[in-house]
């Protein structure tokens, strides 16, 4: 049996019924690690023998008769921008290659307190700042549908560690899409919480107003149980959100008559692949069958959503990456004769080039004479565009669009950086309102998957599951998984 291409309730069962253990479960995922990892190229970093001591305690706890919960014993991977105390946490970065946290994020502390079971950390853009990490500052990840192509980003290595059997959930992190599109690039359940529902502290920033943790699973259920684990109030996180978080596998119901779904116009224009645009409405007509009451909507200030999100992040990223200056932690030139040139020359040598362009764009927008022209004016729009999202949440459930407006592209296919910025054109309105969004696999195009972008009001993510929980029960074009080349 391939341990590693089950789901995280079918393996709790088994679990459960002692039909197999968590280190026989954790060997196996760890040795499709090594028969793969060559191609792929997910992790920056491998716990081997972390993981499989963890995974003998929870064996012994279960053999003790310790109540435990769904995810424990289910081997995870975090991507890189997460605290792990021990365990280097790069940023996939020149700059902090060598940074070992002496404290856990908040969210790797409840999954261990869930008994989940780390097998490493995954690849990314460097500091989150890219849509296909290609952007790391030490390799890039290939796609497990085709290796010639991005698994998308900035989250890409956490998505086709997934897809490609590697980890049996993991985690990222979304400030512009990069949950949602390397989700649906990759064919797996991607999911953007709404901001504040999943704690912050012990994410490495890129932009704090934008960035939310979140998970990549194997199907809608899985990513229900994640979400319990993983959501709620944490003080050490001034922005978390002290609410009332429900049991999200409630929502799991296989009915969704007369619930209200709206099309958004602005997500189907120029740009959009029209084979993707047919898969989609292909999942449109199967919510019609559903009993959804599905109708066209729009949202007026999408247009302005890319300008102000490259206004916004950069100016955040410019002032939370001033703290790598060589001093504290991670790289420091050593050919600097005084203290700025060391400041200089530690961050020319530590930061790639979308880094340094973003935190040149960012100060700039933030300089005198310019932050009321630019700065000021997108923070302006950015409130337009979730009063958009508000009018619209005042008639339907939720919204449906594209995740991305194309399928995965080759490496090097986008040099331009604005061709790549519009990757994430169908996400980053999500981020700049702050609500959130669930990428579903639905279909295929040219043998790469489809993303299928459900958006809700905050604290909606239970009627996002519910809708696409009802799409995934109905339709085997939410079921896809990859063949790897070469590989049995």
Same mark, same amino acid.
């Given at each position: 049996?391939?341990?590693?291409?089950?789901?995280?309730?079918?393996?709790?069962?088994?679990?459960?019924?002692?039909?197999?253990?968590?280190?026989?479960?954790?060997?196996?995922?760890?040795?499709?690690?090594?028969?793969?990892?060559?191609?792929?190229?997910?992790?920056?970093?491998?716990?081997?023998?972390?993981?499989?001591?963890?995974?003998?305690?929870?064996?012994?706890?279960?053999?003790?008769?310790?109540?435990?919960?769904?995810?424990?014993?289910?081997?995870?991977?975090?991507?890189?921008?997460?605290?792990?105390?021990?365990?280097?946490?790069?940023?996939?970065?020149?700059?902090?290659?060598?940074?070992? %946290?002496? @404290?856990? !994020?908040?969210?790797?502390?409840? /999954?261990?307190?869930?008994? &989940?079971? +780390?097998?490493?950390?995954?690849?990314?853009?460097?500091?989150?700042?890219?849509?296909?990490?290609?952007?790391?500052?030490?390799?890039?990840?290939?796609?497990?549908?085709?290796?010639?192509?991005?698994?998308?980003?900035?989250?890409?290595?956490?998505?086709?560690?997934?897809?490609?059997?590697?980890?049996?959930?993991?985690?990222?992190?979304?400030?512009?899409?990069?949950?949602?599109?390397?989700?649906?690039?990759?064919?797996?359940?991607?999911?953007? %919480?709404? @901001?504040? !529902?999943?704690?912050?502290?012990? /994410?490495?920033?890129?932009? &704090?107003? +934008?960035?939310?943790?979140?998970?990549?699973?194997?199907?809608?259920?899985?990513?229900?149980?994640?979400?319990?684990?993983?959501?709620?109030?944490?003080?050490?996180?001034?922005?978390?959100?002290?609410?009332?978080?429900?049991?999200?596998?409630?929502?799991?119901?296989?009915?969704?008559?007369?619930?209200?779904?709206?099309?958004?116009?602005?997500?189907?224009?120029?740009?959009?692949?029209?084979?993707?645009?047919n898969k989609i409405k292909e999942a449109i007509k199967k919510l019609?069958?559903?009993?959804?009451?599905?109708?066209?909507?729009?949202?007026?200030?999408?247009?302005?959503?890319?300008?102000?999100?490259?206004?916004?992040?950069?100016?955040?990223?410019?002032?939370?990456?001033?703290?790598?200056?060589?001093?504290?932690?991670?790289?420091?030139?050593?050919?600097?004769?005084?203290?700025?040139?060391?400041?200089?020359?530690?961050?020319?040598?530590?930061?790639?080039?979308?880094?340094?362009?973003?935190?040149?764009?960012g100060t700039y927008a933030l300089s005198s004479g310019y932050y009321?022209?630019?700065?000021?004016?997108?923070?302006?729009?950015?409130?337009?565009?979730?009063?958009?999202?508000?009018?619209?949440?005042?008639?339907?459930?939720?919204?449906?669009?594209?995740?991305?407006?194309?399928?995965?592209?080759?490496?090097?296919?986008?040099?331009?950086?604005?061709?790549?910025?519009?990757?994430?054109?169908?996400?980053?309105?999500?981020?700049?309102?702050?609500?959130?969004?669930?990428?579903?696999?639905?279909?295929?195009?040219?043998?790469?998957?489809?993303?299928?972008?459900?958006?809700?009001?905050?604290?909606?993510?239970?009627?996002?599951?519910?809708?696409?929980?009802?799409?995934?029960?109905?339709?085997?074009?939410?079921?896809?998984?990859?063949?790897?080349?070469?590989?049995?």
């Open positions: 049996m391939e341990l590693f291409s089950l789901t995280i309730h079918e393996l709790q069962g088994l679990l459960v019924k002692k039909e197999i253990s968590a280190e026989e479960l954790t060997k196996q995922v760890l040795e499709r690690i090594e028969q793969v990892e060559d191609k792929i190229k997910a992790f920056v970093t491998i716990t081997k023998e972390e993981a499989l001591k963890a995974a003998r305690e929870i064996d012994q706890k279960r053999i003790n008769g310790v109540s435990l919960g769904p995810l424990a014993g289910i081997p995870m991977a975090l991507k890189d921008n997460m605290c792990t105390e021990g365990i280097k946490t790069t940023c996939s970065s020149k700059i902090l290659y060598n940074f070992i %946290p002496p @404290y856990n !994020a908040s969210v790797y502390e409840k /999954l261990l307190g869930a008994g &989940s079971v +780390l097998l490493g950390k995954t690849n990314m853009d460097e500091f989150a700042m890219g849509s296909s990490t290609e952007n790391s500052g030490f390799f890039a990840t290939r796609n497990p549908w085709d290796l010639n192509c991005v698994p998308g980003g900035s989250s890409g290595g956490s998505a086709a560690a997934v897809a490609a059997g590697e980890a049996i959930f993991a985690l990222g992190s979304d400030t512009g899409g990069s949950i949602r599109q390397p989700a649906a690039y990759c064919g797996v359940i991607g999911l953007k %919480p709404t @901001y504040g !529902a999943v704690s912050r502290y012990g /994410l490495i920033a890129y932009a &704090s107003s +934008l960035d939310q943790i979140g998970p990549f699973t194997k199907d809608v259920t899985d990513c229900a149980l994640v979400m319990n684990t993983i959501t709620g109030h944490d003080p050490f996180d001034s922005t978390s959100a002290n609410a009332d978080y429900p049991d999200y596998t409630s929502f799991l119901v296989n009915d969704i008559k007369g619930m209200r779904v709206g099309i958004p116009q602005e997500y189907f224009g120029e740009g959009i692949d029209p084979e993707v645009e019609e069958e559903l009993g959804a009451i599905v109708e066209e909507c729009s949202l007026p200030h999408t247009q302005y959503a890319m300008p102000t999100y490259y206004l916004i992040a950069p100016a955040e990223c410019s002032s939370n990456l001033a703290r790598y200056d060589g001093v504290r932690y991670g790289l420091r030139a050593e050919d600097a004769d005084d203290v700025l040139s060391m400041f200089s020359r530690t961050r020319n040598q530590g930061f790639g080039v979308e880094v340094k362009r973003r935190i040149m764009l009321d022209a630019y700065y000021l004016k997108a923070l302006k729009v950015r409130n337009l565009i979730k009063q958009d999202f508000d009018q619209a949440f005042e008639k339907f459930h939720c919204l449906l669009t594209p995740t991305t407006p194309s399928v995965a592209f080759e490496f090097g296919s986008k040099s331009d950086p604005l061709a790549m910025y519009k990757q994430d054109v169908c996400t980053i309105p999500v981020n700049l309102a702050g609500i959130p969004a669930l990428s579903l696999p639905y279909g295929l195009v040219n043998n790469k998957p489809v993303g299928l972008q459900l958006i809700g009001k905050a604290f909606a993510e239970g009627t996002l599951l519910r809708i696409g929980y009802a799409l995934e029960q109905n339709s085997q074009e939410t079921r896809i998984t990859p063949i790897l080349e070469g590989v049995k």
